[in-house]
């Protein structure tokens, strides 16, 4: 029962883990993308003068060498970009890759000022709309915050590694680590091309025994899309809880649950024992699946595994 209560947690906890699932219709995704100095720069690319997604210059003579990251999707980019021995600081919620175990915490979605300053870093690295009330607090007591672009598909992704290269000096590790995911995915959204719209699966993705779920624009919604699949609560926008009704007249073929790691019983026993659930297809047919948060929620590398994740459970005789 214990473990159950962190039910209570667990969007609080996707705000952090998606780095930006609400969309904003205000700005392109693309806002916020790395703007290279016009002057001469020297062979190692410094100095560079960089315009973050919040709108402020940071002009870097240097690869910053103490960095705190504000959300564990940076901190799985910087590793990715193989500089996480610079990394001083990261949150409570960062758990991959192993190394980050060792690596001092800030605290969570209120990140504690005190411990950053003692950490003596010479750049902080935000998220645009997961660490927007964290950064003025910091810039006002001195710190450098490097605001990243919000990201709510593989595109922000890219947006966000390409920022994050040129801050760190790891322009061409960035352009690797893109590549290298854009194969992935490019191969994935080619083995469900051909599936002709009245034959695709219709999912419901159930981020929390609560039934909140992932609307249009975010990453989930995205990942659907590219696996061929219909989300069945794309009429609704961010992230939203549904009710019973609205989910079992959807009928879903699928359901994709995200909390398995949390829950006493396995996802698919608790959905399985709903007797108003009974006759949705998803359940009739046994296709309920649990699939790791962290991989379908961060804008980062394994952002390609969790699409072949959702491809797989949406349509396994095509990824055996």
């Known amino acids: 029962m214990q473990r159950f209560i962190q039910s209570f947690f667990v969007v609080a906890l996707f705000l952090l883990l998606l780095a930006a699932c609400a969309p904003q219709a205000t700005e392109p995704e693309s806002s916020g993308a790395a703007q290279p100095d016009s002057g001469p720069v020297a062979e190692s690319g410094f100095p560079v003068t960089l315009t973050d997604a919040s709108g402020v210059e940071h002009r870097l003579e240097e690869p910053p060498q103490r960095l705190v990251s504000l959300a564990p999707s940076i901190t799985e980019n910087v590793f990715a ?94 352009e690797e680590v893109i590549q290298q995911m854009e194969a992935k995915k ?92 009974a006759d949705i297809p998803a359940v009739r047919d046994g296709r309920i699946y649990d699939v790791d948060s962290d991989i379908i929620s961060r804008p980062g590398p394994r952002l390609a595994e969790g699409l072949l994740q959702v491809a797989a459970s949406l349509y396994p005789d095509r990824f055996q």
């Open 81 to 174: 970009l193989k500089a996480g021995d610079r990394l001083v600081g990261v949150t409570d919620w960062d758990n991959y890759p192993e190394e980050v175990a060792n690596i001092e915490r800030i605290g969570g979605l209120e990140p504690n000022i005190e411990k950053i300053l003692s950490l003596e870093p010479d750049l902080v690295l935000a998220q645009a709309s997961v660490n927007d009330n964290a950064v003025q607090p910091l810039r006002d007591v001195g710190l450098s915050v490097l605001v990243l672009p919000e990201a709510q598909s593989f595109d922000g992704t890219y947006a966000v590694l390409r920022m994050l290269g040129q801050a760190l000096g790891a322009q061409e590790q960035a």
């Open 186 to 277: 490019a191969d994935i959204v080619a083995k469900v091309a051909d599936i002709p719209e009245t034959e695709k699966v219709r999912v419901w993705v159930e981020v929390s025994p609560d039934l909140y779920t992932a609307g249009s624009g975010t990453f989930i919604d995205d990942l659907i899309r590219l696996a061929g699949g219909i989300n069945v609560a794309a009429e609704v926008e961010g992230w939203a809880q549904l009710s019973e009704e609205q989910v079992i007249a959807a009928q879903p073929d699928v359901i994709i649950t995200t909390y398995g790691y949390y829950t006493e019983e396995p996802p698919a026993k608790m959905i399985a024992s709903r007797k108003s659930w």
